[in-house]
């Protein structure tokens, strides 16, 4: 396992970022290229791994037996996708994404009248799909406090099932934004629906074929964002691809990071953000709607020692590794923890020294592009430093243009 040290020499002014394109839009927009009778057309599309394994199995239909990797969202979405189009095919994954829950999905593609089994253990995959949807009913109820991307591959189904999706979601409903974003891209292709509280309703429709334009990667630039707080030579800086009007729920970085010192200008090409000077003591956060920069935002608070509660934590536990366990190892070495007693907070503690940090990223990209900015401040080893790929595969070769200095070691 490959890692890197990590260090900050000097500011070199190259004005603007090209951001990665947003993996969460360009995911949902392969599913429904693949769901559509037309011709669509995708520009910008997303460069991530997760991205990357989703086209490569859609461009491979014919196989009996296809496998997602570590990649969650083409898990959910292939599911439910094989579940309408397919009989007798598998779907599996790597030994962690075996390890991640599956069943509520599974338990309504079931109702809705296919036949999925658990191939190995119940609850998880792999999956064995035997027979495609022989629509049963068109009602289902739903927790919204579990993965919204469950929710999201019903919806891009519902217009091809014979009789429609009524689907309810069950309070808590977390990660509203990102049910939304998939509503807002099926209606750029034509899809009608009603949404009222924690209700949608889908009738049968065909999609339109027509071109989208995927927007820069919000999560992606929560990263730079934290390098803005943190490095004392950065003071302005240019992201191109972003737009004011996002899909995305993870903009709400360009509020929460006004609390750190960081203003955001939108202009024609993406944003440009500027810091200026702003006392930070404590602030509450809830990350329901945005549980992707939760990481981001706990380590910007730590390095600054802000007094920070959270809350909307709770998605963390399942994503490519238990989050909250993984951040509080990997807090420890900064001099932070975090605890829970009724809520979410950090808490801080005094540290021999700053030297020798070494992070690990148990398989997360996350969690090593939120720890990277550190390195403004003090040099760091950041281990499997590949898994950025995940999601944002130029992230190293950017930070090396603003000036970051990296040593790859054996």
Same mark, same amino acid.
Request: a positive charge; proline letters at 2%; charged letters at 25%.
């Given at each position: 396992?490959?890692?890197?040290?990590?260090?900050?020499?000097?500011?070199?002014?190259?004005?603007?970022?090209?951001?990665?394109?947003?993996?969460?839009?360009?995911?949902?927009?392969?599913?429904?290229?693949?769901?559509?009778?037309?011709?669509?057309?995708?520009?910008?599309?997303?460069?991530?791994?997760?991205?990357?394994?989703?086209?490569?199995?859609?461009?491979?239909?014919?196989?009996?037996?296809?496998?997602?990797?570590?990649?969650?969202? !083409?898990?959910?979405?292939?599911?439910?996708? $094989? +579940? #309408? *189009?397919?009989?007798?095919?598998? =779907? &599996?994954?790597?030994?962690?994404?075996?390890?991640?829950?599956?069943?509520?999905?599974?338990?309504?593609?079931?109702?809705?009248?296919?036949?999925?089994?658990?191939?190995?253990?119940?609850?998880?995959?792999?999956?064995?799909?035997?027979?495609?949807?022989?629509?049963?009913?068109?009602?289902?109820?739903?927790?919204?406090?579990?993965?919204?991307?469950?929710?999201?591959?019903?919806?891009?189904?519902?217009?091809?099932?014979?009789?429609?999706?009524?689907?309810?979601?069950?309070?808590?409903?977390?990660?509203?934004?990102?049910?939304?974003?998939?509503?807002?891209?099926?209606?750029?292709?034509?899809?009608?629906?009603?949404?009222?509280?924690?209700?949608?309703?889908?009738?049968?429709?065909?999609?339109?074929?027509?071109?989208?334009?995927?927007?820069?990667?919000?999560? !992606?630039?929560?990263?730079?964002?934290?390098? $803005? +707080? #943190? *490095?004392?030579?950065?003071?302005? =800086? &240019?992201?191109?691809?972003?737009?004011?009007?996002?899909?995305?729920?993870?903009?709400?970085?360009?509020?929460?990071?006004?609390?750190?010192?960081?203003?955001?200008?939108?202009?024609?090409?993406?944003?440009?953000?500027?810091?200026?000077?702003?006392?930070?003591?404590?602030?509450?956060?809830?990350?329901?709607?945005?549980?992707?920069?939760?990481?981001?935002?706990?380590?910007?608070?730590?390095?600054?020692?802000?007094?920070?509660?959270?809350?909307?934590?709770?998605?963390?536990?399942?994503?490519?590794?238990?989050?909250?366990?993984?951040?509080?190892?990997?807090?420890?070495?900064?001099?932070?923890?975090?605890?829970?007693?009724?809520?979410?907070?950090?808490?801080?503690?005094?540290?021999?020294?700053?030297?020798?940090?070494?992070?690990?990223?148990?398989?997360?990209?996350?969690?090593?592009?939120?720890?990277?900015?550190?390195?403004?401040?003090?040099?760091?080893?950041?281990?499997?430093?590949?898994?950025?790929?995940?999601?944002?595969?130029?992230?190293?070769?950017?930070?090396?243009?603003?000036?970051?200095?990296?040593?790859?070691?054996?």
């Amino acid at each position: 396992m490959k890692s890197i040290n990590l260090s900050f020499f000097k500011y070199s002014d190259i004005g603007k970022i090209n951001l990665n394109s947003s993996k969460s839009e360009s995911n949902r927009i392969l599913i429904i290229q693949a769901l559509c009778n037309k011709k669509i057309n995708i520009h910008n599309l997303s460069k991530a791994k997760d991205t990357l394994i989703m086209k490569n199995i859609l461009s491979n239909e014919e196989k009996k037996n296809w496998n997602a990797r570590d990649a969650g969202t !083409a898990m959910r979405f292939l599911t439910a996708y $094989l +579940a #309408l *189009n397919h009989n007798n095919k598998s =779907l &599996t994954g790597t030994k962690r994404m075996q390890n991640r829950p599956i069943s509520l999905l599974v338990n309504s593609l079931n109702k809705l009248g296919a036949n999925i089994s658990f191939i190995n253990k119940k609850g998880f995959p792999p999956l064995k799909i035997k027979q495609k949807i022989k629509q049963k009913t068109n009602k289902i109820t739903i927790k919204g406090n579990i993965s919204s991307q469950f929710i999201s591959a019903l919806l891009m189904i519902s217009p091809k099932l014979k009789n429609g999706l009524e689907l309810k979601i069950l309070k808590p409903f977390y990660s509203k934004p990102y049910i939304i974003m998939t509503l807002k891209i099926m209606s750029h292709f034509g899809i009608k629906y009603k949404f009222s509280n924690s209700s949608i309703i889908i009738h049968n429709q065909e999609y339109k074929g027509g071109t989208y334009n995927v927007e820069s990667d919000w999560s !992606a630039a929560s990263y730079w964002y934290s390098i $803005l +707080a #943190l *490095n004392n030579d950065i003071n302005t =800086l &240019t992201l191109n691809g972003l737009k004011k009007n996002s899909l995305q729920g993870d903009i709400i970085i360009s509020e929460i990071m006004k609390e750190f010192g960081i203003k955001t200008k939108f202009n024609t090409n993406g944003v440009t953000l500027n810091k200026y000077k702003k006392e930070l003591k404590k602030m509450k956060i809830d990350f329901t709607d945005c549980p992707d920069i939760a990481q981001t935002v706990m380590v910007v608070a730590a390095m600054k020692k802000v007094k920070l509660e959270l809350k909307g934590l709770e998605s963390l536990k399942i994503k490519e590794t238990d989050r909250i366990k993984s951040m509080n190892y990997e807090l420890n070495k900064i001099g932070a923890k975090l605890i829970f007693n009724k809520k979410w907070r950090l808490e801080y503690f005094k540290t021999k020294n700053y030297d020798n940090i070494e992070i690990d990223t148990y398989d997360d990209h996350r969690i090593a592009m939120a720890f990277a900015p550190i390195s403004s401040i003090i040099p760091i080893k950041i281990n499997n430093h590949k898994v950025v790929e995940k999601s944002y595969p130029s992230f190293w070769r950017d930070l090396i243009k603003v000036g970051y200095v990296i040593k790859e070691n054996n």
